[in-house]
């Protein structure tokens, strides 16, 4: 069939099958829903675009961005933002390939701003209740949400743990392997004799062998994996009910908490985004929350190290008892002491002006230790 003869649907379909030959299910699901609610848009709004050559940016897309931002319940900016980068994508890769498209269909103010929320650790109170009540359930999907929060794994990441994930790295360490996850990458997580006491608990309570599609996963798979996804948030629910605590607890939480757990023990940012599998180290920022009770304690504990930054060393000043001696080294000794009292006053001015003088008049003496030497080298 000739390209100019298909449909926008047959288009837009022919090239998601191209995209999913390099990009991953879940990727290429959001890309699915992105094109086909703006066809169903453009379908029901203006019939009569046939073809991509039609499509303007007024009204079209601008038509499409007001039908976005006009939905009940309303769309978050985060999910109108990401349809606008997976359609901008398409719109790329369809004009690249051969196809008309004007330019400048979607632009840059076209995006609404970035929602940023304040990381939700849980309270030391609820995180501590929590605990307990998991500790007392003790089955295995109650160890699978302990081991999420000892380790700060991704919810994701921890359904698709292998059964050999923890790793022996020393004689007394041991770190659990987390597999390729959301930003495709794998790292080793260190862990306790706390965390290794969850992982043999999950490895007792596992069902028999003969009842699972896979024998791999340190959670079984006797359902499909996105039902773990329920299971374990319901469950996390159930549990954060019985135990009293005062706010919603998500699997995600359960991470945040982890993260600002390891900056209280003294954790560095840089390896803290190692610890949580992060590319950037603005998205480890967002993790963490420093409290009041933290700023408190910083700053008085920098109070304690109120140390000078530079050590002044002393120069002993000549004795001015007795004698004077007028040569050459009581003059050397004299403009040392000068020098170094000049270095110390100007240490405590303030202006740029005043401090470059003295330098410039430290320097003149210096200049005139050195002309000394030349007189007494001249005299001998």
């Known amino acids: 069939m000739k390209r100019t003869r298909q449909s926008l649907e047959q ?4 090239h998601l099958c ?79 390939n051969g196809h008309a498209l004007p330019p400048d269909l979607i632009r840059r103010e076209d995006f609404p701003p970035t929602d940023h929320y304040l990381p939700k650790p849980l309270s030391p109170e609820d995180d ?15 160890n699978a949400l302990l081991l999420i929060r000892a380790t700060g794994v991704r919810i994701g990441e921890g359904i698709d743990l292998p059964l050999d994930c923890l790793r022996h790295v020393s004689e007394t360490q041991w770190a659990l392997q987390v597999p390729l996850g959301k930003l495709y ?26 009842l699972l599609h896979s024998q791999d996963f ?15 948030r319901r469950a996390l629910a159930e549990a954060a009910r019985r135990a009293g605590c005062t706010s919603p607890v998500t699997p995600h939480r359960l991470r945040h908490s982890f993260a600002t757990e390891m900056l209280r023990l003294g954790v560095s940012l840089p390896a803290l985004m190692q610890l949580l599998g992060h590319s950037d180290i603005r998205m480890t920022l967002r993790y963490v929350q420093v409290t009041q009770q933290d700023l408190q304690r910083e700053f008085h504990l920098a109070r304690l190290n109120n140390t000078p930054l530079h050590s002044i060393p002393k120069l002993p000043l000549p004795a ?61």
């Open 128 to 142: 501590l209740r929590l605990d307990q009540e998991l500790r007392h359930t003790d089955d295995l999907v109650s």
């Open 11 to 14: 288009i837009f379909d022919a």
């Open 18 to 96: 191209i995209l999913a030959t390099t990009l991953r299910p879940a990727t290429m699901k959001h890309y699915r829903c992105c094109a086909r609610r703006f066809l169903t848009y453009l379908r029901a709004a203006f019939p009569q675009v046939r073809k991509l050559g039609q499509l303007r940016r007024d009204p079209h897309l601008l038509g499409w961005l007001r039908f976005l931002a006009a939905q009940d319940p309303p769309l978050g900016n985060a999910v109108r933002g990401l349809y606008l980068i997976k359609l901008r994508r398409l719109f790329h890769d369809l004009a690249d």
């Open 320 to 380: 001015t008892t007795g004698p004077v001696q007028a040569d050459i080294p009581a003059l050397h000794d004299a403009i040392d002491a000068t020098r170094h009292l000049l270095q110390l006053f100007r240490r405590q001015l303030h202006d740029d002006r005043s401090r470059r003088k003295l330098r410039r008049l430290s320097q003149r003496l210096l200049n005139l230790g050195h002309e000394l030497d030349s007189l007494a080298a001249a005299e001998k």
């Open 185 to 210: 990458t794998e790292r080793w997580v260190p862990v306790h004799d706390d965390t290794r006491r969850i992982v043999a608990r999950m490895l007792q309570l596992r069902p028999p062998q003969g």
């Open 218 to 232: 340190l959670l079984p798979r006797y359902r499909q994996p996105e039902s773990w996804y329920a299971v374990l």
